[in-house]
């Protein structure tokens, strides 16, 4: 099967996992390239090849390169020659030396049998198989390499699909969460003054109004979670943004991460009602499974 040749822009949620396999056959040689790639920081290209194209790493190095950004990638490549189509033919040289050989034990050994023809060509060096020129290894293994490129390419793309999908429903669960959460808090601050009011109220004393204001006010501003649900909500943007962009997007996500987790945490420390803490919980959990499958993206 052969696969259209990535181009970075047309689409860049890459998963840093895939696997390809492609032999390339002529009618004397058969490449076969295998490519596996795995989670990394930065682009690690490890190749396994045999000599006759170990040439070629640099250029297949920089290939890569073009179409990945991330990952580590382990290349195994594999010649064989195709013995049924190897032309034979005698070394006249050799055959000529062996002749003389032979004269000359003629001269030596005059009532020694002479060797028949199968003798002959079965003697070392006198018949030899065809090898198949430079240029045939070179342009197979190309081939074979930027199919294997293209395959392994396309596997990287759907399974970041995947993960992009995932992500984006995670998004939209913690965008409805975090409006929920939203449409509650008048509520939550109402009742948070009316349990002070109610504490004082058991103290059977009468406050100073002014004081009272103050502790009220300053109750208020220790529990205000308006700045970090403002912050919630933008980095979410700043997800759906990334994941729309034309440029890999997995460390930028990754960083997003953090500072999602960042605000999960300072809501649930200013938190003054079960459905706050509850609701932190939920961000968080949100949070862990983007993180987990945003580590497989490029």
């Known amino acids: 099967m052969r696969f259209l040749p990535y181009q970075r822009g047309d689409d860049v949620t890459q998963s840093m996992t895939g ?59 594999k010649t064989q020659a195709v013995d049924n189509s190897a032309q034979l033919h005698v070394d006249q040289t050799r055959l000529t030396a062996l002749q003389a050989a ?20 079965m003697a070392p060096g006198v018949l030899k198989a065809e090898i198949a020129e430079e240029s ?12 294997a490129l293209d395959e392994l390419g396309a596997r990287r ?11 984006r429903s995670r998004v939209e669960d913690f965008s409805s969460q975090l409006s929920h959460f939203r449409v509650l808090l008048p509520d939550l601050r109402a009742a948070q003054r009316q349990r002070i009011l109610d504490r004082l109220a058991d103290l059977k004393s009468e406050p100073d ?35 729309d962009g034309t440029q890999p997007c997995g460390r930028r996500l990754d960083f997003l991460m953090q500072e999602l987790n960042r605000e999960a945490n300072t809501l649930s420390s200013k938190s003054t009602a079960l459905i706050t803490t509850e609701t932190a919980v939920e961000f968080k959990v949100l949070i862990e499974q983007m993180r987990e499958q945003i580590q497989n993206i490029e």
């Open 102 to 121: 032979l004269a000359d034990i003629g001269q030596h050994f005059p009532e020694a049998p002479c060797p028949d023809r199968l003798a002959l060509l």
């Open 209 to 243: 109004a002014r004081r009272l204001e103050e502790e009220l006010v300053y109750s208020a501003q220790k529990s205000d979670v308006d700045e970090e649900l403002d912050r919630l909500e933008a980095h979410l943007q700043a997800i759906s943004t990334a994941l």
């Open 19 to 77: 696997f390809s396999r492609v032999s390339v056959s002529t009618d004397s040689v058969l490449v076969t390239v295998e490519m596996r790639s795995v989670n990394n920081r930065y682009l690690d290209v490890q190749f396994r090849a045999p000599d006759t194209l170990r040439a070629l790493e640099p250029i297949w190095r920089d290939r890569i390169a073009k179409q990945i950004s991330r990952g580590k990638i382990d290349v195994f490549v």
């Open 157 to 167: 793309l759907e399974e970041g699909k995947k993960l992009e999908n995932m992500i």
């Open 136 to 147: 045939t290894w070179i342009s197979a293994g190309n081939e074979a390499m930027q199919e």
